[in-house]
């Protein structure tokens, strides 16, 4: 995992500390709704934060696989070879079991459009799948 220091901005762009934002997320608090979850998994790909990511993707996400091992790999040399500019929301429909956030994710390959789809499943947010325009 990439050292991301507690002290800078959170990549998220909550304005709060790393350590006071997302970074609670990373070290076991459940995220209360699909947004601070989508804007968690952001940082923590910024963070290099592979397990995070791992650990907060739905079985039916396209990418899941039980091949922990290659899938982090993939995850690592992703975070690795991009930097991420800027995180901005959009709109967030939120949903008792089912949510939605739309954002824009500026990385150094280009910018990032995506509405992505969240379900709860045993009282745990996890991210399922995304529409990239």
Same mark, same amino acid.
């Given at each position: 995992?990439?050292?991301? =220091?507690?002290?800078? @901005? ?32 952001? =940082? ?14 739905? @079985? ?18 992703? $975070? ?28 150094? $390959? ?10 709860? $499943? ?10 990239? =325009?």
């Amino acid at each position: 995992m990439a050292k991301v =220091s507690p002290n800078i @901005p959170c990549p998220c762009g909550s304005q709060k500390k790393y350590k006071k934002c997302c970074a609670v997320y990373h070290k076991g608090a459940l995220a209360p709704d699909a947004l601070s979850l989508m804007k968690s998994r952001y =940082s923590a790909y910024a963070a290099g934060n592979a397990d995070y990511i791992i650990k907060t993707t739905h @079985p039916d996400n396209p990418d899941y696989t039980t091949d922990r091992t290659s899938w982090k790999k993939e995850i690592d040399l992703f $975070s690795k070879h991009t930097e991420f500019l800027g995180l901005k929301i959009l709109e967030f429909i939120d949903g008792e079991e089912e949510a939605y956030v739309t954002f824009e994710a500026l990385l150094s $390959s280009g910018m990032l459009h995506e509405k992505s789809r969240f379900l709860k $499943s045993g009282g745990v947010w996890l991210y399922v799948d995304g529409v990239i =325009s």
